[in-house]
């Protein structure tokens, strides 16, 4: 019933708009109702150890990089295509990033009202994941904390008037065991964040 009503009102108003000439409030209305636009939601659905660390002779090949997989999925609720110009992942200890520089996708276009999946990776640097966790070279059996984080840049923009620019980030506390690529990381992740924004005509 308070839908209908909703509807009734932005009818009404859009009505009211148009009957007298006035093109700003018809604007308003219909930028607040039917093509207002909804950030997309990012989550992250699995990690997994594609490479883990090797060992040799006993000890870590410090030359020999690990990769990890990071499945993520991305919804558009938008009546309009939502265009990813990039999507980057990343991996930190404390404040240490150590991965071989940015993983990155670019140019995705997501349909309206769809859901796509996408696959990335991330390859460790060896050395400054051993230099940041002390005691990894020596118990090959340990844990590792590491944090993920998976950021998205793109546009939702509708009849060239209604446009809006969006950055989602997920930040993700990752437990897993690098030495063996059966063991399966448990992680937990943060909110979405929809950190930049803006509508403009």
Do not use: W
């Given at each position: 019933?308070?839908?209908?009503?909703?509807?009734?009102?932005?009818?009404?108003?859009?009505?009211?708009?148009?009957?007298?000439?006035?093109?700003?409030?018809?604007?308003?209305?219909?930028?607040?109702?039917?093509?207002?636009?909804?950030?997309?939601?990012?989550?992250?659905?699995s990690i997994s150890i594609i490479q883990p660390l090797e060992i040799v002779n006993g000890k870590v090949n410090t030359t020999q990089n690990a990769t990890l997989a990071v499945e993520i999925s991305l919804h558009n609720p938008n009546p309009a295509v939502f265009k990813v110009k990039d999507v980057t992942?990343?991996?930190?200890?404390?404040e240490l990033v150590v991965v071989v520089g940015?993983?990155?996708?670019?140019?995705?276009?997501?349909?309206?009202?769809?859901?796509?999946?996408?696959?990335?990776?991330?390859?460790?640097?060896?050395?400054?994941?051993?230099?940041?966790?002390?005691?990894?070279?020596?118990?090959?059996?340990?844990?590792?904390v590491l944090r993920n984080r998976v950021a998205v840049n793109g546009k939702v923009k509708m009849i060239k008037?209604?446009?809006?620019?969006?950055?989602?980030?997920?930040?993700?506390?990752?437990?897993?065991m690098m030495m063996n690529n059966s063991s399966k990381p448990s992680f937990d992740c943060t909110r979405t964040r929809n950190t930049y924004e803006h509508v403009r005509s």
């Open positions: 019933m308070f839908l209908l009503l909703g509807l009734r009102l932005d009818y009404d108003l859009i009505s009211f708009g148009l009957k007298e000439g006035n093109p700003t409030i018809t604007f308003i209305v219909l930028s607040l109702t039917v093509f207002h636009l909804h950030s997309p939601k990012l989550t992250v659905t992942v990343l991996f930190y200890h404390d940015e993983s990155t996708r670019r140019s995705e276009t997501i349909p309206a009202k769809r859901t796509v999946e996408m696959n990335l990776t991330a390859e460790i640097d060896t050395r400054k994941l051993l230099a940041s966790v002390p005691g990894l070279m020596e118990d090959f059996n340990g844990s590792v008037i209604f446009k809006k620019s969006v950055q989602l980030k997920t930040d993700c506390v990752v437990t897993m």
